[in-house]
């Protein structure tokens, strides 16, 4: 592997599983970060076609009074049924890609060493962006769902309808070409995040 190329590392894991943290390990690195739940925000934003499309399909009332989409309704729209999820994935997930792609070109033509597709259902969405090597930052479930509760407030009930709702993390990780273990403390998860990316440059002998 020659040291100049850009190398494409798609990163996943459960929610709460730290993502996050491995993330900002990775831009310390010097990766650009390109953050796949921030561009499905931005691609619905006011003044956007997709947000035309959305409310020609469910009326204003999904619309704030700023103009901005509610996301709370349309949330409940999507889960309550499979049909108009389709709907909403086909539409946004060619603009979300098309973005992530157009970012990562321009990390790549800047000369970064990596850039890092933030993508937490990568694997649900059937995510198919070009990668070197996906990343599954791993948790088991019960930790997992302990800081779940403890980021966001949750209780147990609603801490486990989020988990039942991604894919369980253990396929995650058997599926990843690399596996953080972030159980330990983030000292010890930087540590493996630097190995990880060694290996990855080929930098091990040096
Ligand atoms: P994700 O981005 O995957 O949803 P985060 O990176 O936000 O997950 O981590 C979830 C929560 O767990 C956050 O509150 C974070 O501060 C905490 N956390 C992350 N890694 C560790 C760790 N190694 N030890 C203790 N707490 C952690």
Known sequence: MTAGKTLRIGLTGGIASGKSTVSDFLAQMGAAIIDTDKIAREVV??????LQVITERYGRAILNEDGSLRRDRLGEIVFASPAEKQWLEALLHPLIKARAAELAQMATEKGVPAVVFDVPLLF?????????????????????RERLKLRDGFTDEAATARLAAQWPIDEKAKRADV?????????????????????????EQQ
């Open 45 to 50: 934003q006011p003044g956007s076609p997709a």
């Open 179 to 203: 596996v953080i273990n972030n159980e330990g403390t983030p000292a010890e998860t930087q540590r493996q995040v630097a190995a990880a990316w060694r290996a990855l440059r080929g930098l």
């Open 124 to 144: 649900e969405s059937g995510w198919n962006e070009p990668v070197d090597a996906i990343w599954t930052v791993y948790v088991s479930p019960v930790v997992q």
